[in-house]
């Protein structure tokens, strides 16, 4: 299984220290290379990051590392990982008030190395004693020690530098493992200084590929539709002021631009530049003609609204449906985005050849998808499933659907992904899909045109694929409403991964048997152990691998189900509906979290 290589940072739970680390990363390594994950405490402790796709471990502060974080690190190094130490932290302290050289080289081997290990013995504690002393005297240092025994695989390489009014490092490297670590107790203001290359050294020196860019600014919008006066007849439609949530939006008629001019993008303001389909004019990186020459929908996509270069088309979709609420159905596309969404508050790759799309659409309370929102995302994937085949032209296009929201080409690289979120309003939801897939981006993993047999001249283009994924999606949704989830089920089932898989619930520590998906859109397990014994899971997160057979979170029956909230709540009693974790009372549903006020969960009965 390949995914793109991801860079870890941990901050303690300090969420503008990362970012600043995260802003300082996007100068320096390739956007369309690696994926950067902030994470947290918790997920410090349990074991699902230490895989072969973590390129690089960030730790920017180590006051609230507990035991079982130092252990996980430690099992990560041994297993080829790249640490880097970027804050004042007790080892390096330590180092330097230590009476005992000896202490102060078991201190090294048993943070990264090995308590037997020959090779890191007394050689090791002479080196120490004379480098510290060294540093003393003069206030400066760079030496290195190579061990000299090499019976135990355990060959070790540790570099102390401190040169002038830079901070001090320790670079400690095992060829055995391929495996390094680099400690320093830089401050924060030094890592992030203007100018510092700290951060930058520290990562090519494991083995991170860094170049100094400049991150892409942020540019207006084109909005059209297929027949000019939809957006005419839209009510809340309001040009040459500030309208909808952040980033705001700013919209004006092609004709009023020339005179007028448009404010500059920004993250908390977008302008939008309104065009006329008769006149003719197009966008300057989607061909408009190719994808309304292949829409064929009712509704989803009438309206496009596209953005060369955004920070997320999950924010764009938010602000125009809440200054236009008649606006569901729209669609919102980036050629590139700065932050794009990915799940659990993860950011997704966006480089350009990727089709990086949000769609809207508004369900009446009397829908059957209402009462059952979960399963939006599942009819999604498998739109975008059912429209490559179609494009493709062949049945058995590797293109799979990996529970509950990925998409990987057969087992091996994943190539795209989606996130669902969704608002209460007085008449039902409305559910906004965003979804990423790589089309003729052959880096990170793969692409659509990668994965395109030889002797085939077919070729993919991210305006045939955001629209037939549209055209796809109206369909399966009306099919759902039609005659039940019957239909849907059995396209779904054809294109996902699991059936019959068995995984392993880790907190109930029991082996089940995927036998398919419930009627909320949750998984259905069945015990191996108790077949009688049926029960379903929920996505909390990131806290689960089911490529290695692993599920964290069981989904207790208990649960409030949205309709009951939609038929008896208050004007006030919910809120948004979002997707991801929140320190609020919540319900998981899939990939959906249901946010709801206190009131709301008082009245149901249930408090958290």
């Known amino acids: 299984m390949y995914k793109p290589p991801s860079i870890l940072v941990y901050t303690g739970g300090q969420a503008d220290l990362y970012k600043r680390i995260r802003e300082s990363l996007s100068r320096l390594v390739p956007a369309d290379r690696y994926?950067?994950?902030?994470?947290?405490?918790?997920?410090?402790?349990?074991?699902?990051?230490?895989?072969?796709?973590?390129a690089c471990l960030i730790i920017a502060n180590t006051s609230e590392l507990d035991d079982q974080s130092w252990t996980n690190m430690q099992t990560y190094f041994n297993q080829s990982g790249k640490i880097i130490f970027v804050c004042q932290n007790r080892l390096l302290a330590s180092l330097s008030n230590c009476e005992s050289s000896k202490k102060q080289a078991d201190m090294i081997r048993n943070a990264f190395g090995s308590r037997d290990s020959i090779s890191m013995g007394k050689d090791f504690e002479h080196f120490l004693k004379k480098s510290l002393k060294t540093l003393s005297k003069q206030g400066h240092i760079n030496t290195t020690f190579h061990s000299k025994d090499?019976?135990?695989?355990?060959?070790?390489?540790?570099?102390?530098?401190?040169?002038?009014?830079?901070?001090?490092?320790?670079?400690?490297?095992?060829?055995?493992?391929?495996?390094?670590a680099i400690f320093s107790d830089a401050t924060s203001e030094q890592l992030l200084?203007?100018?510092?290359?700290?951060?930058?050294?520290?990562?090519?020196?494991?083995?991170?590929?860094?170049?100094?860019?400049?991150?892409?600014e942020l540019t207006p919008a084109v909005m059209m539709a297929s027949e000019d006066d939809i957006i005419e007849n839209m009510m809340g439609v309001r040009y040459g002021e500030e309208i909808g949530q952040i980033p705001k939006l700013f919209l004006r008629k092609t004709e009023k631009v020339a005179e007028q001019g448009m404010p500059d993008a920004s993250?908390?303001?977008?302008?939008?530049?309104?065009?006329?389909?008769?006149?003719?004019?197009?966008?300057?990186?989607?061909?408009?003609?190719?994808y309304f020459s292949r829409l064929c929908t009712r509704h989803l996509g009438r309206v496009i609204l596209h953005i060369p270069v955004a920070t997320t088309t999950m924010n764009v979709c938010a602000s125009l449906c809440d200054a236009i609420p008649t606006c569901d159905g729209a669609v919102v596309v980036a050629r590139q985005q700065t932050h794009g969404q990915g799940r659990g508050g993860n950011e997704f790759v966006s480089p350009i050849g990727a089709a990086m799309f949000t769609v809207s659409t508004a369900l009446p309370q009397s829908s059957s998808l209402a009462k059952t929102p979960s399963f939006l995302q599942h009819i999604f994937a498998v739109a975008l499933v059912d429209a490559v085949r179609r494009l493709s032209g062949l049945e058995d296009f590797p293109l799979r659907i990996k529970w509950p929201n990925d998409l990987y080409f057969n087992r091996s690289h994943k190539v795209g992904g989606l996130l669902a979120t969704a608002k209460c309003r007085d008449d039902g939801l409305l559910i906004s899909i965003g979804a990423g897939i790589n089309v003729s981006n052959s880096q990170p993993t793969v692409c659509l045109n990668d994965m395109v047999p030889d002797g085939s001249n077919v070729k993919f283009n991210v305006e045939e694929v955001i629209a037939e994924t549209l055209n796809r999606f109206e369909y399966w949704m009306n099919m759902y409403e039609m005659k039940g989830p019957g239909d849907v089920l059995k396209a779904y089932y054809e294109f996902w991964l699991h059936s019959r898989e068995e995984v392993l619930l880790e907190e109930m520590g029991e082996k089940v048997v995927i036998r398919g998906l419930d009627k909320n859109g949750y998984l259905q397990v069945r015990s191996k152990s108790n077949p009688s014994k049926i029960f379903s899971v929920g996505d909390n997160g990131n806290t689960f691998d089911m490529m290695k057979g692993l599920i964290r979170h069981k989904l207790f029956h208990d649960t409030i189900h949205l309709e009951n909230v939609l038929d008896d709540r208050t004007d006030k009693d919910a809120t948004h509906i979002i997707c991801g974790r929140s320190s609020a009372e919540t319900e998981s549903y899939g990939s959906?979290?249901?946010?709801?006020?206190?009131?709301?969960?008082?009245?149901?009965?249930?408090?958290?």
């Open 35 to 54: 994926t950067v994950f902030h994470l947290s405490a918790d997920a410090m402790r349990k074991q699902p990051w230490i895989e072969p796709t973590t």
């Open 150 to 180: 090499l019976a135990g695989g355990m060959s070790y390489s540790v570099v102390l530098s401190k040169v002038n009014d830079l901070p001090l490092f320790l670079y400690m490297e095992n060829s055995a493992h391929q495996a390094s």
């Open 193 to 216: 200084a203007p100018g510092s290359r700290i951060l930058q050294d520290s990562l090519s020196r494991v083995g991170v590929t860094t170049c100094e860019t400049k991150p892409p």
């Open 267 to 290: 993250e908390k303001l977008l302008p939008v530049e309104v065009l006329s389909r008769t006149s003719g004019t197009q966008f300057k990186y989607f061909n408009l003609p190719l």
């Open 592 to 608: 959906f979290r249901y946010f709801f006020t206190n009131s709301a969960f008082k009245k149901h009965g249930t408090e958290k």
